[in-house]
């Protein structure tokens, strides 16, 4: 069973950044893909950014595409979420994600229904 723990949000300034982490334990899991999602209140959870096959490939979200990079240090068995140039619209409890579903997939995967473990979030809020 895959536990993940998330930690590096916080409250900045738009136009500001942050670096988020995931903590993955095993880090077997990782060798799949693994991603991150956001939930803002009163809204659907949404794919932000995916890394599969090791580090091999990487998906983003339309919203997020350009001031977000997602990475992974083996060493450190942690998945890493670089968010830079942060707007308001940004503010939301962000979840890592592991245990994929797929064996192949032909979109990227940004479906929250592409995992099946999620860690317990942390809070990025972004103020004008």
């Known amino acids: 069973q895959v536990q993940l723990v998330e930690s590096g949000g916080g409250s900045v300034q738009a136009g500001g950044s942050l670096r988020l982490s995931c903590a993955v334990s095993?880090?077997?899991?990782?060798?799949?893909?693994m991603g991150w999602f956001r939930q803002a209140a009163g809204k659907e959870r949404e794919g932000v950014a995916a890394i599969c096959n090791g580090g091999v490939a990487k998906y983003y979200g339309d919203s997020v595409q350009g001031r977000f990079t997602i990475s992974q240090d083996n060493a450190k068995n942690t998945v890493y979420l670089q968010m830079n140039a942060l707007k308001p619209e940004d503010t939301a409890m962000y979840y890592c994600a592991a245990d994929f579903l797929w064996a192949l997939i032909l979109r990227p995967p940004l479906r929250k229904e592409d995992f099946r473990s999620w860690g317990q979030g942390t809070q990025v809020t972004v103020s004008s």
């Open positions: 095993p880090f077997t899991y990782s060798s799949r893909c």
